[in-house]
């Protein structure tokens, strides 16, 4: 079993940065490969980043490249989502979370690694308010 923990969200004024961590526990982070959603009030959660389990390989959805960077730190079992230039629309709860890599997993299409559903272990979320 996998245990997530999200940290680092807080309130932003537009424009500002944030650090959001996530912190894996139970087993090994390198067997994971991880993503970052966001859900909104009133809507769906939705894909925000991605990295795969040796960190080669990264994803974002694409209003947040050039802002947005995904990281890991599997000696410190962390993964990160470094957040610049926010936006208050940006406003959402963040989730952290984690998909075992197996051989000849498909989770490097655009259609696995975006989805929540391919995604069995999530964190409970932090809050990200960016005011205007």
Known sequence: QVQLVESGGGLVQAGGSLRLSCAVSGRPSNRYNMGW???APGKEREFVAAISWSGGSTYYVDGVKGR????RDDAKSTVY??????KPEEKAVYYCAADLATPG??????TYYSSVHEYRY???????????
Do not use: A, E, H, K
Not at 105 to 110: A, C, F, G, H, V
Not at 122 to 132: A, D, E, L, P, Y
């Open 37 to 39: 959603f966001r859900q």
């Open 68 to 71: 947005f960077t995904i990281s």
């Open 81 to 86: 989502l470094q957040m610049n230039s926010l």
């Open 105 to 110: 997993t498909s989770w490097y299409r655009d």
């Open 122 to 132: 999530w964190g409970q979320g932090t809050q990200v308010t960016v005011s205007s």
